[in-house]
């Protein structure tokens, strides 16, 4: 299985396991899957944590790099076909971020991990 991360699924999965999903949980710590973080989800908790939207037990970038290590989680970067993808997306989701990770996920085949349910009405498999 080869899956991306929503922000929140990435959030859950260090903070609060119990949130997540059985199945989530099950894939998330299974070591024969691939499972990814979009550098869109690093920014999005850098910009929310900024804000004071987001509570932390350290800064972003210790927080970020250190959980991605634990879960063994394989970065993915922002690519510019990734850009211009979620640019051209219908705007059944308003949320860029989760524009970028749908396009993401349709432009290097991931289902994506997530409890969003409009990020589903996109051409894009999602588990939970």
């Known amino acids: ?4 991360l929503d922000t929140h699924a990435f959030l859950w999965a260090n903070e609060d396991p119990a949130r997540l999903s059985r199945r989530a949980r099950r894939l998330i710590e299974d070591a024969a899957n691939d499972m990814f973080l979009s550098a869109a989800s690093a920014w999005e908790i850098a910009i929310k944590h900024a804000k004071g939207r987001l509570d932390l037990p350290e800064p972003p970038y ?6 991605v290590d634990r879960l ?5 970067p922002v690519e510019i076909s ?6 051209a997306l219908p705007l059944v989701h308003r949320d860029p971020f989760d524009r970028l990770l749908v396009a993401q996920g349709q432009l290097q085949g991931l289902s994506i991990l997530t409890s969003d349910p409009i990020i589903a009405r996109y051409d894009v498999e999602v588990i939970w």
């Open 72 to 76: 063994k989680l394989e970065p993915l």
């Open 62 to 67: 210790g927080f970020v790099v250190s959980r």
């Open 82 to 87: 990734h850009a211009l993808r979620a640019g």
């Open 1 to 4: 299985m080869r899956a991306l």
